[in-house]
C-alpha cells in the first residue's frame, strides 16, 4: 500500500501541514513570508467590510522573525491583524471561529526541532485549508509580490490581544464533563516548552489536579528537545519520580498527545481513539458509528473497532485528510496514532489537551488505573523507519520499486506496508506491520537500504 499520494498536484509550498522549513532559509526567510502574507490576504479579501487574521506563535525564536514578515504582509493586502502570543494551534483555530476573523494564522513547526519553523492556516470556519486554496495561494505568489495591494488608506492596523490565553483556559475546562472531577490525579504534563507551556498545567490545576508541569520553561532553543510526545522518557520518569497517577505529552505546538499510565507504559493514538470511540458509543454519543483514521493505523485498532461494531475508515497521511473524511461521512471522532485526536464535538482540529481530557474523564468515570483503562486491544507488531534523502523523490526509481513490490509479495496475508514522501520533512517513512516481527523488520529493512542507495548515489 502507498501513502505518497498526499503529495500530488502541483503545490510547490504547501506539503501536508502549511508551509514548513529551516528558519530563514528557502520559505522560511522573511520576504518569502511577507510575499505569503500579501498572497494569502488577497485570497482571504471578499467583500466591503474590514477583514481580520488572527496569529499566534509557539516558542521558537525565529517566530520573532517570521511575526513581523506576515504581519507586514497581511497589512500590506488591508487586513487587520491580531497577534495573539504563544498559544497552541487548536486555540488559534477556536479563536479563528470566535473572534470572528477571515483567517487564523499559527506559526509553527510542531514537533520539529527549533531550527524549523512553519506556517498553518484556518479559515473562517476553524478548519485548515484545502488544496485548491493553497495552490491558488500559490499562484499568486508567482505573480509577484505587487499584485493587488491595498491603497495606502486601505492598510491594515496591528493590535495585540492580552487576554486570548484566558480564553482559550476556559474553552478547554468547558470540554471536561462536570459530572466528574480531577481532584483524586496527580498528574505530570509535559508541554514540550512549547505553546502549551501556560495554558495546559493552568487547564488541569483549575479542575483539580495534583499537576506537576515539566517542559514549561521555553529559551527560543529547547522546544520538543528531549521533550514533549516525540520525545517521551522525561515524562514517564517524572511519572515515576511523582507517584503519578497518568503522563500527558504534548508536541510543540500542543495540537497531539501521548500518555503515559501509571507505571510509565506509554499509550499511543491508537489506543486512545479506541479508548473515547468506545466511551462514546456506550453513552451514544458516538457520530457515524465509526472512526476514521490513516493508513498508518494499527491492524489492532481496526480489529478491535470491528469487533465493537464500529468501522475503521482510512485515509491518506494528515490530519486535515482525517477531518475531511470525519465531515463527509458525519463522524465525530478520529486521528493518527502519532496523537493527532480530532474530536469534532469540540474541535476542528488535533487538539492536545482537550484529548487528555477526554481520556481524563474515562479514568474518572470508571476509577480504575490508568494502564485497566487505556489498554483496549494487543496492537500488531509495527515497524516504521525514516530514511532521509536530497534530491529526486526515490520512490520513483525503478530499483526501489522493484524492492518494494518484491516485500509486498513477502508479505501477503500476513501483514501490509504502507510508504510515503513526508509531507514536511525530505524523509520516506517504510512502514510494514504483521503478526511476524521478524518477516516485517527483514522487509522494512530491504527497502530502506534500497532507498539509501539511490540517495547516495
Not at 486521528?335 to 487538539?351: F, K, M, N, Q, R
Amino acid at each position: 500500500m502507498r501513502g505518497d499520494d498526499q503529495m500530488t498536484g502541483k503545490r510547490e509550498i504547501f506539503g501536508t501541514d502549511g508551509v514548513r522549513g529551516l528558519a530563514n532559509a528557502g520559505a522560511m526567510t522573511p520576504d518569502q513570508i511577507l510575499c505569503l502574507g500579501m498572497a494569502v490576504g488577497r485570497v482571504f479579501k471578499n467583500g466591503g467590510h474590514r477583514h481580520r487574521v488572527v496569529i499566534g506563535k509557539d516558542t521558537r525564536l525565529s517566530g520573532y522573525m517570521l511575526e513581523p514578515a506576515l504581519t507586514a504582509g497581511f497589512a500590506a493586502s488591508g487586513m487587520d491583524v491580531f497577534l495573539l502570543g504563544p498559544l497552541p494551534t487548536p486555540a488559534m483555530a477556536m479563536l479563528t471561529r470566535s473572534m470572528r476573523a477571515d483567517l487564523g494564522v499559527m506559526i509553527s513547526a510542531s514537533h520539529n526541532p527549533y531550527y524549523d519553523n512553519g506556517v498553518k492556516f484556518f479559515g473562517p470556519d476553524g478548519f485548515k485549508l484545502s488544496d485548491e486554496t493553497e495552490m491558488e495561494i500559490e499562484r499568486l505568489m508567482r505573480a509577484g509580490p505587487g499584485v493587488g495591494l491595498a491603497a495606502s488608506a486601505d492598510l491594515g492596523r496591528v493590535k495585540r490581544i492580552d487576554d486570548a490565553g484566558a480564553r482559550y483556559i476556559e474553552f478547554a475546562k468547558a470540554a471536561f464533563p462536570r459530572r466528574y472531577s480531577l481532584e483524586d490525579l496527580r498528574i505530570v504534563i509535559d508541554c514540550a516548552n512549547g505553546a502549551g507551556y501556560k495554558v495546559a498545567p493552568t487547564v488541569l490545576w483549575e479542575l483539580g489536579a495534583d499537576v506537576k508541569p515539566i517542559g514549561v520553561d521555553p529559551d527560543g532553543f529547547n522546544i520538543n528537545h528531549e521533550v514533549g510526545s516525540t520525545s517521551t522518557e522525561k515524562m514517564q520518569n517524572a511519572v515515576h519520580e511523582y507517584r503519578a497517577d497518568i503522563g500527558i505529552a504534548l508536541d510543540g505546538d500542543a495540537d497531539r498527545v501521548i500518555i503515559s499510565d501509571e507505571k510509565g507504559q506509554i499509550i499511543d493514538g491508537d489506543q486512545v481513539l479506541a479508548l473515547i470511540a468506545s466511551f462514546w458509543q456506550g453513552r451514544g454519543q458516538l457520530k457515524g458509528e465509526g472512526v476514521v483514521s490513516t493508513v498508518m493505523a494499527n491492524l489492532g485498532l481496526e480489529n478491535y473497532l470491528q469487533g465493537e461494531g464500529m468501522a475503521l475508515h482510512r485515509t491518506k497521511v494528515g490530519d486535515r485528510y482525517v477531518v475531511e473524511e470525519m465531515r463527509a461521512k458525519g463522524i465525530n471522532i478520529g486521528g493518527e496514532p502519532s496523537g493527532h485526536v480530532i474530536l469534532s464535538d469540540y474541535a476542528t482540529t488535533g487538539d492536545g489537551l482537550v484529548t487528555a481530557l477526554q481520556v481524563l474523564a474515562v479514568v474518572a468515570a470508571e476509577g480504575a488505573k490508568v494502564s485497566d483503562v487505556c489498554h483496549k486491544f494487543d496492537p500488531f507488531p509495527n515497524i516504521l523507519k525514516n530514511v532521509r534523502f536530497c534530491g529526486n523523490n526515490p520512490l520513483e526509481d525503478a530499483s526501489v520499486q522493484k524492492m518494494i513490490k518484491a516485500g509486498e509479495e513477502k508479505l501477503v496475508k500476513k501483514g501490509r506496508l504502507v510508504i510515503r514522501k513526508s509531507g514536511t520533512e525530505p524523509l520516506i517513512r517504510v512502514m510494514g506491520e504483521g503478526e511476524d516481527a521478524k518477516l516485517i523488520n527483514d522487509v522494512v529493512d530491504e527497502i530502506c537500504g534500497a532507498v539509501e542507495k539511490i540517495s547516495q548515489t
